[in-house]
């Protein structure tokens, strides 16, 4: 069996896998590039703010400080993602085009007031962590990894677990995906926590002001081990045979790896993905405007 490499098996990588296992190798396996766009620089620009407000006291957890802190989160997100963002055209613009600026934190802005539609920061008095990493074994050879964006515990309400998405509410069985996630922290709590299972999960959308929430309980963390256990058997018989399926739906018009995948004529292998990114650049561009227009916008 080919030697697969001990390493975090987060929500995102199982849901990949889910996805399309072609995308997944090219991802984790060929170590590819996505460049990021300016709605998951947004979105890690609301995170900021949203964690820098419950670092104030419960008082001063108002919309106006929120607002306040846009400005002043933006450096440190500079300076601790300079290589990432420096991807990102429309960063330049923002810090140089002052109506660029003032529409892409209006942006902001309008999912921090939903997020106040949704709950008063003042009141929540029990958090205990931000952003925080967690972490365990699912064998010898893969742990489970990711990072929790709010937990709150009580010793009467006990652990609550909660995610901040800045895209919209999701149905059907995009809402079951994101709900993975929130198992999947769930399960990596309650086995670093002996047993102590969280009372709740909690998706907050701040583009529509949606939430989904859940209780999970021993018979949910059980099935959703068992998926994982079964995602990451395929996962190594995929590395070992080196075969990797690729899957068609509606989210390849999404993929950074379309000019390259075999599903619409291309060569599958990861050297030309440079060359397909140059070539696809002019096309993209002009979808992207189309999307624009129209309204059809994605964020993570």
Known sequence: MANVKKFNLSPSKVKDF?????????KVVDQLSSPPGIDALRGTHTHAVLEELFKLKSAD????????????VWPIIMKKNATYYSEVPEVS????DAEFREKYHSEIRGCIDNYFKLENPAKLNMVTAQEKWVQTDLDDKAKLGGFIDRVEESDVAGVRISDYKTGKTPTGQFSTKDLFQMMFYSLIWAKEHKGDIPKQVKLLYLKDGGVIADQPNQKKLDEVEANIKEIWAKIQDAQENNEWTSCQSKLCDYCNFKP??????????PKDYALAQVSAEPQAGAAQKRKLTTGEKKEG
């Open 260 to 269: 390259i995948c075999p599903e619409f004529g291309g060569s599958g292998d």
């Open 18 to 26: 889910m996805q399309c296992p072609l995308m997944y190798k090219f």
């Open 61 to 72: 957890r108002t919309v106006e400080n929120a607002y306040g802190l846009i400005e002043y």
């Open 93 to 96: 613009q923002i810090e140089n």
